[in-house]
């Protein structure tokens, strides 16, 4: 580190120095970011913040570090391109918790990745009660912690205790019928004859003609089950043969295609067995989804979902076992966990003390983060993202670094606004421990508690990348330049947009639903006022999700299928809802051929307008050959990608821009076909060219075609204009993802669509989010009824109508606390979005 030497250990730098950074659209920034402190990177969608703070900090803090590595471990990592700036200084080891965490797999558990399994599993190894090998309880001795075998009193037999890796379900622990998973795939029967009206004949057993078994019905046959009746007129010994039937060998006649008739003999595939080869056999994703029609994903029988072996679950703790510990929640087990000492042999308590000490520690934080609610055997891959990025930031707390960098992208996601002290907590908490954190935020109750703010701006993309203000929020409150110092000191309006009036609400009419339990959440009656914008609200746990998107939209959408409700939804009445729309912010696409060009639907609009052109008419190219997919003037070197693979030894796969075309993806032909430009037939310009302009210079250039002027319109109106039209739609972040979504529905009659948005407030500022009320409130123009699952209180705020939902989160939720205006709900006394609504609006 450039300067570092001459300094004494007691004299570190105060803070990292960012010369001339370029990455993405900063422009040639200089800044200074204090290090052991609270420092918060503000700015508008787009303005280049993620572009600092993970594309300079975070990249710069960990190529560093793995400079520092052996080259033998460096090269088995991925290694870093040298960020795009002149110098950084005094820049620690960086570690970054990302926006979206990864999927977890079959075996992580809210228990397993928050590491309160290992101490549980400690605790019941060394302080449980064991089972000697002839089924004599044994009580809990020192012996264990000790290392020692123990003697069975009674039968005599000398066993070994079982130890922390017995009782894993990840490894020796584990159910030997589902390996450990909780659960198995069993061929449902009910599935197997979809239609029992039909005979056999008829095709009644779906496997059989599925996966090309045409004969068996005749062999069926021939072992007695009549193939002419109705299946559900067969005897339960006939259905017995459809389904278990013996594998045995017939003798039948098969009539070939010429009509001649050949003796063969068959072996018998019943009903069952056809699914199960099937599965063995299928190898495409095609394939795969053909059985899985056939199969049914059902708790282990043999453990019942617990994971664990009749073995693991035999110790018992206070007379409950592993299973059963860790199907409480969080909150249980921290008022459970501290009288299991006092119940010991006084010789063990010291070192149950310490296990439960450790134990609860790790809960403490989780707690704080307003995961209380959790249960240690949920599957991570039904956490919502929100609820990981919090267990990765517990984790990096627990594991007490010091001096490190740590780069936190939204980490307010999912929290309701009583939990944002929770997560400052920990923050306080890892810079105590002597670490430095740097945070992309917009949520004003975060950005408040920063010690230090960089604001980086003004507008986005090219408009952007800029630093407009840093300083104190007192400094950033007075700054004229700043754009976020008048939310941060209140100056700025509240609400900007015109609401509906309670005796109004339902003029339009409303949605009815009706629920059973699910989860932790009561059977519920509530109403959705159409055509208004609802805001359904909440702490993380209490239901928001269960309700809405687990609830009302399969309801919607097996009513508009004709299907059954599912199980537990009682009732749905929206006859006047006839579209189910869930806006979220999920990527666009999984490769590069996806731009904003194609999905927008601007790209065939201008295909067809270059095809038109005098030079592409001389050329005789069509509307087709102007796709960078397929048609013929796409780059040959990287067929329409835009990039190439460069393979350099020992190190993984590197994309660079295409060398042949330039990132273009198109061939150098295509340069030579100009469209003329409105007004100036002199003058004009090639697809290519205009795929590399902004939204907003290309609607200078093709606004003339009326459809095309309609999308770009409505991707500057929802603050989009500066995305290039040939940027790849994978790389957009959420918010911009879920914003070209919306986008591409602004331009339709929107009467019976119901619009849902899973917290589109994500990476969004005060300023993008009145852009995005003015879009909900044309899509309400239009006719369309909007539900918004929302914490951010400008959001919340603004809606017509709000459903809260609470008061905890688990068991300590899933009711509606309150219902109706924002006023409404600021002024009632049960409801803690209220609450901090009331201080919002006053
Ligand atoms: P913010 O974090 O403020 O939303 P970003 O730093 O993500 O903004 O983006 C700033 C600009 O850089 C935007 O115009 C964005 O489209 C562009 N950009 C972001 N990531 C990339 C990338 N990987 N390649 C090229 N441009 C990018
Ligand atoms: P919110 O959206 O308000 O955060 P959810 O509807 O996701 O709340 O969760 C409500 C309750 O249901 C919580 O206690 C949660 O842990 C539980 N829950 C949600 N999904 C599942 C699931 N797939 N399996 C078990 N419990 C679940
Ligand atoms: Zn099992
Ligand atoms: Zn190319």
Redesign the pocket.
């Known amino acids: 580190v450039r300067g570092a030497r001459g300094r004494g250990a007691a004299d570190p730098p105060l803070s990292i120095q960012v010369h001339g950074a370029k990455v993405h659209n900063l422009k040639n920034v200089d800044v200074t970011v204090p290090l052991r402190q609270l420092v918060a990177v503000a700015g508008v969608s787009g303005s280049g913040k993620s572009s600092l703070a993970m594309g300079v900090l975070y990249a710069e803090g960990s190529r560093r570090y793995i400079e520092a590595l052996s080259t033998y471990t460096r090269r088995r990592m991925a290694q870093a391109p040298r960020a795009s700036v002149d110098s950084v200084e005094h820049v620690p080891a960086a570690l970054a918790l990302r926006q979206r965490p990864g999927v977890p797999g079959v075996r992580s558990t809210f228990g397993t990745s928050t590491e309160l399994l290992n101490v549980l599993r400690l605790l019941f190894s060394r302080l449980g009660s064991h089972l000697c090998p002839n089924g004599h309880r044994q009580d809990p001795t020192i012996d264990v912690a000790a290392g020692l075998d123990l003697t069975c009193p009674v039968c005599g037999v000398t066993f070994y205790p079982p130890g922390a890796e017995s009782l894993a379900f990840n490894s020796d622990g584990a159910c030997p019928q589902c390996t450990g998973t909780g659960m198995v795939r069993e061929v449902d029967e009910a599935a197997l004859v979809p239609d029992p009206q039909r005979t056999i004949a008829e095709g009644a057993v779906a496997p059989w003609s599925m996966f090309g078994l045409t004969v068996m019905p005749q062999v069926v046959a021939e072992l007695g089950v009549p193939t002419d009746v109705p299946y559900t007129d067969l005897t339960a010994h006939e259905r017995d043969i459809v389904m278990h039937g013996p594998a045995e060998q017939r003798h039948i006649s098969v009539r070939s295609k010429n009509g001649k008739f050949f003796e063969l003999d068959f072996t018998y595939r019943n009903a069952r067995l056809a699914v199960e080869e099937a599965l063995n056999k299928a190898t495409t994703e095609r394939g795969l989804s053909r059985v899985n029609r056939f199969i049914r994903a059902q708790v282990c029988p043999a453990c019942h979902g617990t994971r664990l072996s009749e073995q693991a679950r035999a110790t018992l703790v206070d007379g409950i076992n592993l299973a059963e510990a860790t199907a409480k929640?969080l909150d249980e087990l921290t008022a459970w966990a501290p009288a299991l000492a006092d119940a010991l042999p006084s010789e063990m308590r010291p070192m149950a003390r310490n296990v439960v000490a450790t134990l609860l520690e790790t809960a403490r934080r989780l707690v704080e983060l307003g995961l209380g609610?959790?249960?240690l055997d949920?599957?991570s891959s039904?956490l919502?993202t929100g609820?990981r990025q919090r267990v990765q930031l517990a984790r990096a707390v627990r594991n007490q670094t010091t001096g490190v960098l740590y780069v936190l992208d939204e980490p307010s996601i999912?929290l309701h606004p009583s939990n944002v002290d929770g997560l400052l907590g920990v923050m306080r908490d890892l810079l105590r421990d002597g670490n430095s954190v740097v945070l992309v935020d917009h949520d004003v109750q975060v950005l408040r508690e920063a010690d230090w703010l960089i604001e980086i701006g003004p507008g986005s993309g090219t408009e952007g990348g800029t630093v407009l203000a840093t300083g104190d929020v007192a400094t950033l409150g007075k700054d004229p330049d700043s754009l976020i110092g008048g939310f941060l000191t209140g100056r700025e309006p509240v609400l900007v947009r015109q609401r509906a009036v309670r005796d109004k609400m339902f003029d339009q009419g409303r949605i009815h639903l009706s629920t059973r339990p699910?989860?932790?959440?009561r059977a519920l009656d509530v109403d959705i006022p159409r055509g208004r914008l609802t805001a359904v609200t909440?702490?993380?746990?209490?239901?928001?999700?269960?309700?809405i998107?687990?609830s009302l939209i399969p309801a919607l959408q097996a009513q508009a299928a004709g299907r059954a409700l599912p199980g537990h939804v009682a009732a749905v009445d929206a006859q006047v809802i006839t579209r189910v729309n869930t806006v979220d912010a999920t990527p666009i696409g999984v490769n590069v051929r996806s731009t904003v060009a194609t999905y927008s639907g601007i790209l065939d609009d201008l295909r067809r307008a270059y095809a038109a052109t005098d030079a592409a008419e001389q050329r005789g190219l069509t509307a087709a050959d102007f796709s960078y997919n397929t048609g013929s003037l796409r780059c040959p070197r990287c067929e329409g990608t835009g990039q190439v693979s460069l393979d350099v030894q020992f190190l993984p796969d590197v994309d660079i821009p295409c060398p042949a075309c330039d990132g273009t993806r198109y061939a150098p032909a295509a340069a030579d076909i100009l469209r003329p430009a409105p007004g100036n037939p002199d003058d004009g310009i090639s697809l290519p060219e205009l795929l590399a302009l902004t939204v907003r210079q290309a609607i200078e250039q093709v606004g003339d075609i009326r459809r095309v002027h309609t999308r770009l319109q409505a991707l500057i109106d929802l603050g989009l204009g500066y995305l290039t039209l040939g940027e790849d739609t994978p790389a957009l972040s959420g918010g911009e993802a879920q914003r070209l979504k919306l986008a591409t529905e602004l331009t339709r009659n929107q009467s019976g669509t119901l619009f849902v948005l899973d917290e589109p407030s994500v990476g969004l500022h005060p300023l993008d989010i009145r852009t995005l009320l003015e879009v909900l409130q044309r899509l309400g123009d239009n006719g369309a009824t909007v539900i918004v699952?929302e914490h951010d209180l400008d959001m919340i705020a603004n809606a017509d109508y709000v459903i809260d939902?609470g008061p905890g989160?688990?068991?300590a939720?899933?009711t509606i606390v309150a219902t109706g205006t924002p006023d409404d709900l600021s002024r009632d006394p049960h409801s803690v979005t209220g609450r901090y609504l009331s201080h919002h609006l006053h």
Not at 518 to 521: G, Q
Not at 538 to 547: I, Y
Request: charge should be neutral.
């Open positions: 929640t609610y959790l249960a949920r599957a039904t919502s609820e999912g699910l989860h932790t959440v909440g702490v993380s746990g209490s239901g928001k999700t269960t309700l998107l687990e699952i939902m989160g688990g068991t939720g899933g």
